[in-house]
């Protein structure tokens, strides 16, 4: 039999192998690289073929897809979120991702993207929090110490020279669990017992909890002048974090409005509420941090445009490395209108 | 290192398996099983959530996305359009697809769908062709020899008992080829020079062609009483084959009639050009055939549906069998939310 040509094998990433890419590039590194390739893809937003995701929904939780092009190639990202998993010892969060060329339609890289969502979303705050929090912001608070919670005070150190992290969380374990990860980090680490302890002397407050509900992680008078707000945990219809009063006071930076009127934090308020298109921020066209006491609020959901960097990154990036397998994926008959022969021929 | 958990591997069917799953399974047999498969689900129609396909366009072809659930088990398949791309020594059409499961949002089966697709859209016929065609049709008129085309005879030899196939292509080295591919089928092949040709005699007309236009394959005069035509080749917009005035005299059968008004051959007709949905021919609560001279059409364009029944069908096959490799996808912390320390005692 012969063997399949080349565009016919689709390189993939596998877990194990996207950890090794990591280490292989170093995690700081990859964090501004990842900067660096959404910013890019920010700058040129009005070229990309925007779609809401598709989702399907069931009562314990929603299966995505998430596609985009900039019209040379073309992204989506499968992603779950089944909250009830993690007593079942699963993952809340999976996620897998394809590029593919536009010109041939044929997929050009299939990888694991749990990790890589975890990295690019950390990015992607880190990116906001460039052109939003105020200069000189060195002391982030991070409310809710789960999964994302090393990713961001990581990113915020690589991007913005963030030198101290407040970590708070409900259970005591996981603040735990964040401060043993991020021992060796060079962050000063400071365990708090209370919200109100953890935004002591923060210009940065990270949100990011996991409640399935309109909770209030924080409230209206615990937020002061002078703060950039980078609420990552409200994410689906009935999930938020602030207290509307929050909002009202802030000025409210999104990716892309259409998904954030319905999944953000701005779901609490009117359809007409005002907010600011980051990717305008980023070119020029509208202003972003104007004073610094202002409240800045990055209202972040994750979108399709983020995945497509990280892909274009790993596409990049992975190609000289031994950090792929190549997957026999698309039939290649010699004669594109002979399948049947090619089935045939394998008989043999 | 420890290994990721049995959950966070996913099967992958390549090329190469499934080629050999095929003939493990014999195609007579896999044609029959999928007729059922499909059958099965069509019985259930109603329960699927049913989207339109997610479409990616550019000047040179379309990449797809086609998802649905039933509630149990989520499936989507990716698949391109790309007519340039045969003059190129490439694929015209490349699929995959992914089967999920609902509960717990991971992925359960990742497989090669462009010999899937083949071979479901030939049971998907022949399926039509059971409730439509006339009583004992054995005999079948093939217009268009490319890469369906065997697949489509041996499809309605395993289900109807067709003994004769009549091929036509208007390129001559097309019907050689599928009349060499059908050589040790058992039917007895013939060979014709024209449409009019290929139709004497046949009781089921398939039109398979590959012209992206308004083509007229078969025009009005050539189609007699009591024949049932099988139209697989208009399957996008501005790509049909049968003149109107053979849609004014036939009963059309659709799949999804939102779909098949925008891509089918009734996209020549009115918005309300009557026609009935397959599945209710299945269950029972819409007439199929009614009498021997009537004319009916099945308006093909293909449906998520008929792939997720070919991916169902690929997890119950595959699962005993040597023909597929486990990937490491989807990250498997033994701690759901310590990803970073997952990410870090990989480096050791």
């Given at each position: 039999?012969?063997?399949?040509?080349?565009?016919?094998?689709?390189?993939?990433?596998?877990?194990?192998?996207?950890?090794?890419?990591?280490?292989?590039?170093?995690?700081?590194?990859?964090?501004?690289?990842?900067?660096?390739?959404?910013?890019?893809?920010?700058?040129?937003?009005?070229?990309?073929?925007?779609?809401?995701?598709v989702?399907?929904?069931?009562?314990?939780?929603?299966?995505e897809?998430?596609?985009?092009?900039?019209?040379?190639?073309?992204?989506?990202?499968?992603?779950?979120?089944?909250?009830?998993?993690?007593?079942?010892?699963?993952?809340?969060?999976?996620?897998?991702?394809?590029?593919?060329?536009?010109?041939?339609?044929?997929?050009?890289?299939?990888?694991?993207?749990?990790?890589?969502?975890?990295?690019?979303?950390?990015?992607?705050?880190?990116?906001?929090?460039?052109?939003?929090?105020?200069?000189?912001?060195?002391?982030?608070?991070?409310?809710?110490?789960?999964?994302?919670?090393?990713?961001?005070?990581?990113?915020?150190?690589?991007?913005?020279?963030?030198?101290?992290?407040?970590?708070?969380?409900?259970?005591?374990?996981?603040?735990?669990?964040?401060?043993?990860?991020?021992?060796?980090?060079?962050?000063?680490?400071?365990?708090?017992?209370?919200?109100?302890?953890?935004?002591?002397?923060a210009?940065?407050?990270?949100?990011?909890?996991?409640?399935?509900?309109?909770?209030?992680?924080?409230?209206?008078?615990?937020?002061?002048?002078?703060?950039?707000?980078?609420?990552?945990?409200?994410?689906?219809?009935?999930?938020?974090?602030?207290?509307?009063?929050?909002?009202?006071?802030?000025d409210?930076?999104?990716?892309?409005?259409?998904?954030?009127?319905?999944?953000?934090?701005?779901?609490q308020?009117?359809?007409?509420?005002?907010?600011?298109?980051?990717?305008?921020?980023?070119?020029?066209?509208?202003?972003?941090?104007?004073?610094?006491?202002?409240?800045?609020?990055?209202?972040?959901v994750?979108?399709?445009?983020?995945?497509?960097?990280?892909?274009?990154?790993?596409?990049?990036?992975?190609?000289?490395?031994?950090?792929?397998?190549?997957?026999?994926m698309?039939?290649?008959?010699?004669?594109?209108?002979?399948?049947?022969?090619?089935?045939?021929?394998?008989?043999?």
């Amino acid at each position: 039999m012969t063997q399949p040509s080349a565009k016919a094998l689709v390189p993939f990433v596998s877990v194990d192998n996207m950890m090794r890419l990591v280490h292989h590039i170093g995690i700081d590194q990859m964090l501004q690289d990842l900067v660096a390739y959404i910013e890019e893809d920010f700058r040129r937003w009005e070229l990309f073929d925007k779609t809401p995701r598709v989702a399907s929904h069931s009562d314990v939780g929603v299966i995505e897809l998430m596609p985009t092009s900039d019209g040379e190639a073309y992204g989506f990202k499968y992603v779950n979120g089944h909250p009830k998993n993690t007593a079942e010892g699963l993952q809340t969060v999976t996620a897998f991702g394809l590029l593919a060329d536009v010109y041939t339609g044929y997929p050009v890289l299939l990888t694991e993207m749990t990790l890589l969502t975890a990295l690019r979303t950390a990015a992607m705050s880190a990116l906001a929090a460039k052109y939003l929090a105020p200069k000189g912001a060195d002391t982030m608070a991070m409310i809710g110490n789960g999964a994302q919670s090393e990713f961001q005070s990581l990113a915020m150190q690589a991007i913005l020279g963030l030198k101290s992290v407040r970590l708070y969380d409900k259970d005591p374990a996981a603040t735990q669990k964040a401060a043993r990860n991020l021992a060796d980090s060079g962050l000063d680490v400071v365990i708090c017992s209370s919200p109100e302890e953890a935004i002591q002397g923060a210009q940065i407050i990270t949100t990011c909890t996991a409640d399935k509900q309109n909770a209030k992680i924080l409230t209206d008078n615990m937020v002061g002048a002078g703060v950039h707000i980078n609420a990552i945990g409200g994410d689906c219809p009935g999930k938020t974090e602030l207290a509307p009063g929050i909002l009202s006071r802030a000025d409210t930076f999104v990716e892309y409005p259409e998904q954030t009127r319905i999944e953000g934090e701005i779901q609490q308020m009117p359809a007409d509420f005002p907010v600011t298109e980051l990717w305008q921020v980023i070119t020029g066209s509208a202003q972003g941090r104007r004073d610094p006491a202002q409240i800045t609020l990055f209202d972040s959901v994750g979108f399709a445009i983020e995945d497509f960097s990280a892909l274009r990154y790993i596409r990049d990036k992975v190609r000289d490395t031994p950090y792929h397998i190549d997957l026999d994926m698309l039939a290649d008959p010699d004669d594109p209108r002979d399948l049947f022969g090619m089935l045939q021929r394998a008989k043999a």
